[in-house]
């Protein structure tokens, strides 16, 4: 069932017609915009600044009343109520490349599959002596599914904003659009809450193994949101509560349920800590974090964790689950959690994370959304095989077939496809404490689960996969990602 396709795009379009001939840029082609807006402007220079350090070319961006010129590259959102959101189209002839969406959202993604048309140099960070040919094609594409996220641990190991920014350039490549930042945990509290500042002053000082720690300033955070947005990613920020909180008690002791102050912590056990949820002060408390970060968050979703509380009574999670999503609401957010939540009567608006098996017929029931991140198929940390330096093996091997080949819409018996916001990769960290690190974990899997979020279910097939997975080889080289050179795909060398 699988169609022609050119062989390196990922995630596999809705629909490709390839076509006769090719469109090559040469020092007239420009690029125009349609209508004028300060938006369609900045994705247009987002696309002439990668082309103009690799070609030469002066490639100048303007507005164009006349879409489809002679040797242009035109961007134009169109009125057209029969286009969902984020679809797009692309055609390509000899003479012309015609980009065409609803929304800003959907031209972003245009351009990903123009850049992945290119040829692998278009990811180089200087001049290249090369062709820039663009196969003639007509294209017609739109997500499955509106979540296609990646979450990152950033507080069993810290990473400075110079990585964060790096993950968000290569999410953008494969038209992930959530990045969700695992901002606390029992090692470390990573962003700073000014109404509460030992949270990042102290709880910031350690990590796991006895690494140095950090925090993110909220200036940080916020230049961090803004850098996503311009890619149309959104970050969504999760403060791990009740459980899971040890580097919040050390600087504010009130907070726990004996009022003592622990000591930091650089372990790796879980289900040990907890909020005092008895007491008046934690609502306070989650008020006053809760509203920080949903000011300096402008998407709708605040997650609040939730999982292995194994440390607080049941009944308290019970009703410390259903304060907080009144919290999360009252700031205009819909509350995420694990799917521990789902013991507890959820809100219509919130969304539940599927990592671990667990009865989730109540939540089904009740028509929550969920965001579907099976362990055994999308945690980034599982080890590739038994072989591999990093990672934990838990939930199983991982190898790239493991996360390619399932189906989102078959994992939680009675549930509808408009019940499943989407699927997310997560990437917990105690073992993995560098950006090369990160790089080996996540690629080429994450590429694979991006495909498994965006890609019609009845398109995709792993063996037409696994071979544009090793075209795609030559981009991630390009792109300097430290990548698993996984031997179930057939990689092409350098040369070709
Ligand atoms: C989790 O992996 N504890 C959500």
Redesign the pocket.
């Given at each position: 069932m699988t169609q022609a396709n050119p062989p390196s795009l990922i995630p596999l379009p809705l629909e490709y017609k390839a076509a006769p001939g090719a469109f090559t840029l040469t020092p007239a082609t420009a690029i125009a915009i349609a209508p004028a807006s300060a938006e369609l402007a900045a994705i247009a220079e987002y696309l002439a600044a990668r082309l103009r350090l690799v070609t030469g070319f002066a490639l100048p961006v303007h507005v164009s009343a006349e879409p489809m010129q002679n040797n242009d590259i035109t961007l134009s959102t169109l009125p057209d109520s029969s286009f969902d959101k984020a679809e797009y189209r692309l055609s390509v002839t000899a003479h012309s490349v015609n980009l065409q969406a609803v929304s800003p959202t959907g031209l972003f993604y245009a351009v990903q599959t123009l850049r992945q048309l290119l040829p692998p140099t278009v990811e180089a960070n200087s001049l290249q002596n090369e062709t820039w040919s663009i196969p003639a094609c007509e294209v017609r594409d739109a997500p499955r599914f509106a979540w296609r996220g990646f979450m990152l641990d950033v507080a069993r190991h810290f990473f400075p904003p110079a990585d964060i920014k790096r993950c968000i350039d290569l999410l953008a490549l494969y038209k992930c659009n959530y990045l969700h930042l695992h901002l606390t945990d029992d090692q470390g509290w990573r962003i700073m809450i000014e109404s509460w500042p030992k949270l990042a002053e102290v709880g910031g000082l350690s990590a796991v193994g006895g690494g140095a720690g950090g925090f993110y300033s909220q200036a940080e955070y916020a230049d961090l949101v803004e850098y996503a947005r311009k890619q149309y990613i959104t970050l969504v920020p999760e403060i791990e509560t009740p459980g899971?909180i040890n580097a919040a008690l050390v600087g504010y002791p009130e907070l726990s349920i004996n009022d003592a102050a622990p000591g930091l912590y650089t372990g790796t056990q879980?289900g040990f800590s907890s909020l005092a949820v008895g007491k008046e002060i934690t609502y306070k408390f989650l008020e006053d974090v809760i509203g920080e970060l949903a000011a300096l968050t402008p998407g709708p979703f605040f997650h609040f964790?939730g999982?292995?509380a194994d440390s607080t009574v049941k009944a308290d999670y019970l009703v410390f689950v259903e304060r907080i999503q009144q919290i999360c609401q009252k700031h205009g957010k819909r509350a995420i959690g694990?799917?521990e939540i789902v013991q507890a009567d959820l809100l219509p608006g919130t969304v539940v994370?599927f990592?671990?098996p667990g009865e989730m017929e109540k939540a089904v029931q009740a028509g929550v959304q969920f965001i579907l991140?099976p362990?055994w198929y999308t945690?980034l940390d599982m080890k590739y095989d038994e072989s591999t330096r990093l990672g934990l093996n838990w939930a199983g091997f991982l190898e790239i077939r493991n996360v390619y080949d399932w189906n989102p819409g078959s994992q939680i018996p009675g549930l509808s496809e408009e019940s499943i916001l989407g699927v997310e990769a997560?990437l917990?960290t105690e073992t993995v404490s560098t950006l090369k690190d990160i790089e080996y974990m996540a690629f080429p899997r994450l590429p694979a689960l991006a495909e498994v979020g965006w890609s019609a279910q009845m398109l995709r097939d792993w063996e037409n996969f696994r071979l544009r997975l090793a075209d795609q080889g030559a981009r991630m080289q390009m792109l300097g990602i430290n990548f698993y050179q996984s031997p179930q795909i057939p990689w092409k060398t350098a040369a070709g």
């Open positions: 899971h879980v964790g999982d292995e694990w799917n994370q990592w671990r991140s362990a945690y997560p917990w």
